[in-house]
């Protein structure tokens, strides 16, 4: 097919003029498309950037200006890797303005920054491969840059940090084949670290899917001129080494991480395949919603519709431009990879490609397809800027009006003023843009049209982009007013780790006075998420620890954390639940209740998290089912008050766990000692035995946990107020599960509630919308344990540890972890590097015995290390309630000893009888090793040029031959026949 004639290449200095303008408007669309936060005086929302981008670089922030390298964090998942993790994009360069102004501000500035340099690159790569109009590039970038891809992304901030080098990578590879020249493969090794530094690894993996095929594309190019075909490849393949080299610092921990993590060795098909875009959606996620909520903001990938219509003319032009295939290609690639589990691409893909099974959300491929649509947008816009005009003045007149008129109307619907559906929203876009393409077409009156067009797809996409749910902002207090929960518990971190079990469903107490916060500082649209993103704070959800300096046992990553042994642990423990299955899931949503005292203990938690709006109410009186205590046949329970309270009657939440609809039995007893002494007894279903009288109260009490358990509300009136100081409950014929019990004065309306947990010895400390429970001896962070057993077998040590019968406060199950079954010889080596680096002995000794029966113990934490003094009569073991994880080390009195795996994820030191110094350390070789690989990798790109002289007979040009390479919309030279 012959080849549409073009301009010969614009040199970079007759070009600057047309870039500044682009790169001027492109700021200022995306300036105006989150003026919400940019200009004030909110800040931006969203789950995700409160919960988590908040928290990780707030840590981030904290440790490295008080001098500490964030290795490690001790507030989430019972401890985990931080620097390790690379969604905390330690050494992301542009992040560094996060040390300088607020976190929500600094957020605000990374978003813009990043939408602009993303729209900016993909501007000056269509300007620079297609020699596309200017304003044909200023579409292509703003199609890109905010389209709906990034725009809905906006709350992942590593996501858009990521994604926005995508061009400029692109434009490094033509710049290093065009000029020939070392510096240029050393620009695009550094875009290659940067994009890796930035934290998304799906992102990462796409962007670097689409490079690879650019580079496939520019060799088909050249196969009539196999030198620089070679040349190509070499250097492709060079810089995308010393790129990945530079971030080895990075990479190789997360690596070391990723083999730990719950996506070692990929996902299974369901987990893998969430998120897939339906087929018959389509259609409606490649449109703005403008006004409409997109259902997730996962599936949106629209370009706009003036954007849509141009590239559909892109598409029908293309094949007169090199290229047209790839672009073509990546939007069918993307589409079909965005439906997962409906499409055959996706499972080949998931069952084939290396790396492809670690990721999910399918239809984040809408990236590739958004790349295509954008550029393709540019050529048709291209096509009709310079396309000859074809209209006569005397049109003119209906083509502003058309455009006018549909502008108007489609503001109207946009704003609410009419019930105009978003579908006529894009009907009317679509008339005024058709209008301005005719308008662009006008003779006399042309540049007026092709402003007007670019103007107008700017525009919509301005106003498309302003909806989405990570665009609208929140007061800042949000972030810097703390909720009394985390006042609580940043002053008293000697309580243990805290568990959140409330839940995220909410109606908070004090809604008004946030909600007129909300509509003070950020507007009236802020009132509710203002109340909502507060009260996350107040329930620790998931993340917020962090940025508080709260020790959680919770956490969420939605990457490579939590840890398998993480998971493994959990499942011990958690009841059954529709989602404990899932080991993304939060703590506070696979449990209804705290777990039972021991493991309480074994975890390290000191203080339980829940709502108050999860109580059960009936008649006045508040029940609180945090806790239940589980009663065998014919067991009893006391439980004391710390001062006699007075009552006139009392009620029990109970359940029984054989209960059947056979008949009415006594399933308790109650009695009541007085603070005069004295004290009566009352038995259910038995009225008159005494002058008190247990009244069972048909009433369908909302339990949640356990699950289908039949509950019933027991209320004893009392003929007399009388002052009560201990309640005994015993049960009778059968096991009895005991939810709540709230004693209550009428003559005062006071009422108190008794957790039913005097084993745990929790005391609320803190009651309103949140209630806070304390534990009135936490269990410490290091125990000294006499008592061992091996098992190398996780589902054994997992089904002891499940045993109500197993002793978690006396006995260790203790393995050391087998990293054998990698799946490939690589990972196998590496991973043999870094444990030999890290001191790992080939094959552990097995765990000495336990004998100790009498010790003392004396710890002092640091943030990464711990030092214990200890004293027993016998060998035994440190227990430290803290993640097990490559990369710790320990010596007893200087004298290096293994660091075992105790109950499947936590650290056990063996100690000698006698008395010992145990110092425990977090020194990971895989940084070291890593950094030495990005020293190694900038040492190369330094000496470059020196390097690559060697290959100076394929870097030179052949005789008589341009240094410029091919165009793709310019006809061969000669030279490369």
């Known amino acids: 097919m012959t080849q549409r004639s073009a301009p010969q290449q614009i040199a970079w200095g007759e070009d600057l003029p047309s870039l500044l303008w682009i790169a001027a408007g492109l700021l200022a669309a995306a300036l105006l498309a989150y003026r919400r936060f940019t200009f004030g005086p909110g800040v931006p929302g969203g789950y995700d950037t409160q919960t988590y981008f908040f928290p990780y670089h707030t840590a981030v922030v904290r440790d490295l200006l008080h001098g500490r390298f964030p290795l490690w964090e001790n507030d989430l998942f019972l401890g985990a890797p931080l620097f390790a993790n690379i969604q905390s994009a330690v050494l992301y360069l542009p992040n560094v303005f996060f040390f300088f102004i607020p976190i929500p501000e600094a957020i605000a500035t990374s978003v813009v920054l990043h939408v602009w340099w993303g729209a900016f690159g993909a501007a000056v790569l269509c300007r620079r491969t297609w020699r596309v109009h200017w304003l044909a590039a200023f579409i292509g970038g703003i199609a890109f840059g905010l389209g709906g891809f990034f725009s809905a992304q906006a709350g992942h901030l590593n996501q858009v940090d990521a994604a926005a080098w995508l061009p400029w990578l692109i434009l490094g590879l033509d710049a290093a084949w065009q000029q020939r020249r070392a510096r240029y493969v050393a620009t695009v090794a550094v875009i290659v670290a940067l994009q890796f530094l930035a934290g998304h690894t799906q992102e990462s993996y796409y962007l670097l899917v689409i490079a690879a095929l650019w580079i496939v594309w520019r060799l088909f190019q050249h196969l009539h001129a196999p030198r620089m075909a070679l040349f190509i490849a070499l250097m492709s393949l060079l810089a995308v080494i010393l790129g990945i080299g530079l971030s080895g610092v990075q990479l190789l921990p997360t690596y070391e991480l990723a083999q730990q993590s719950i996506r070692s060795g990929g996902l299974p098909l369901g987990e893998a395949s969430s998120f897939s875009l339906r087929p018959d959606q389509l259609l409606r996620e490649f449109l703005p919603a403008y006004s409409e909520q997109p259902a997730s903001t996962e599936y949106v990938g629209y370009v706009g519709v003036g954007g849509f219509l141009l590239a559909v003319l892109g598409m029908v032009s293309i094949w007169k431009r090199q290229g047209g295939v790839l672009l073509l290609g990546l939007l069918v690639l993307g589409i079909a990879l965005a439906f997962g589990l409906y499409s055959p691409v996706w499972h080949a893909a998931w069952k084939f490609v290396p790396g492809f099974a670690s990721f999910r959300v399918p239809a984040r491929a809408l990236y590739m397809s958004t790349f295509a649509l954008s550029l393709l947008a540019s050529v048709g816009a291209d096509v009709t800027l310079t396309a000859r005009p074809r209209f006569a003045p005397a049109m003119t007149p209906l083509w502003v009006g058309l455009i006018v008129g549909a502008a108007a109307l489609g503001a109207r619907g946009v704003l609410g003023a009419t019930g105009m559906s978003p579908l006529a929203v894009n009907g009317l876009t679509a008339v005024a843009t058709a209008a301005a393409i005719a308008l662009a077409l006008t003779r006399r009156v042309a540049w007026g049209g092709r402003l007007t067009l670019a103007l107008l797809c700017a525009g919509e996409l301005v106003v498309a982009a302003s909806w989405l749910p990570p665009n609208q ?481 394929l870097i030179r040009p052949p005789a008589n031959a341009s240094t410029t390479a091919v165009s793709p919309s310019e006809p061969r030279e000669k030279e490369h026949g």
């Open 473 to 953: 902002p929140v007061p800042r207090q949000v972030y810097s007013d703390l909720q009394q929960t985390v006042t609580l518990l940043q002053n008293g971190n000697e309580n243990g780790r805290a568990l959140s079990i409330a839940r995220s469903g909410f109606v908070p107490g004090d809604e008004a006075t946030r909600e007129a916060i909300g509509r003070l500082t950020a507007g009236k649209a802020a009132a509710v998420p203002t109340s909502i993103y507060m009260k996350y704070q107040d329930v620790l959800t998931p993340n917020l620890p962090l940025a508080y300096g709260v020790q959680s046992v919770d956490g969420y990553d939605g990457g490579i954390l939590p840890l398998r042994d993480y998971v493994l642990l959990k499942s011990a423990f958690l009841p059954p639940c529709p989602i404990c299955s899932n080991p993304d899931a939060l703590l506070r949503d696979e449990l209804s209740t705290p777990p039972s005292p021991s493991w309480l203990d074994l975890l390290g938690i000191g203080t339980i998290v829940n709502d108050r709006l999860q109580d059960f109410h009936w008649n006045g009186l508040d029940f609180d089912l945090t806790f239940t205590s589980v009663l065998p046949r014919e067991s009893s329970l006391a439980l004391h008050l710390d001062a006699a309270e007075p009552a006139s009657t009392l009620g029990f939440v109970v359940s029984a766990t054989t209960q059947s609809d056979s008949g009415p039995a006594p399933t308790m007893t109650v009695i009541l000692h007085f603070a005069d002494g004295s004290s009566e007894q009352a038995v259910e279903g038995i009225p008159g035995s005494t002058q008190l009288q247990l009244q069972p109260i048909p009433v369908a009490v909302p339990l949640r946990a356990p699950a289908g358990a039949k509950a019933q509300l027991l209320v004893v009136q009392l003929p007399t107020r009388r002052w009560i100081s201990s309640i005994s409950i015993q049960a009778l014929q059968e096991p009895l599960d005991l939810h709540a019990v709230t004693i209550y004065d009428a003559l005062t309306r006071g009422q108190w509630q008794l957790p039913p947990t005097p084993s745990s010895g929790f005391k609320r400390v803190l009651r309103g919308d949140v209630s806070v429970y304390e534990a009135s001896s936490p269990a410490p962070f290091a125990s000294l344990y006499g008592s061992m057993r091996t098992s190398g077998d996780n589902g054994t040590i997992a089904k002891e540890l499940s045993n109500p019968s197993f002793p978690l406060s006396h006995t260790l199950l203790l393995s050391y972890p087998d990293f054998l079954p990698l799946r490939s010889l690589a990972s196998r080596a590496i991973h043999r590097i870094i444990a030999i680096a890290n001191g790992d002995p080939r094959l552990p000794p097995p765990p000495p015995s336990a004998r100790c029966t009498n010790g003392t113990l004396t710890v002092q934490q640091q943030r990464q290390v711990i030092t214990a003094q200890t004293s027993c009569s016998g060998p035994s073991y440190l227990l430290l309630r803290q993640s097990w994880y490559p990369g710790w080390k320990a010596t007893v009195d200087g004298h290096r000893v293994p660091i075992y795996r105790a109950d499947l994820a936590l650290q056990a030191v063996p100690v000698p009888a006698g008395r010992h110094t145990v110092r425990v350390w977090y020194a990971p070789a895989s940084v070291w090793l890593g950094a030495i690989a990005s020293v190694i990798a900038t040492i190369l790109l330094a000496g470059l040029p020196w390097l690559l002289r060697p290959l100076s007979w």
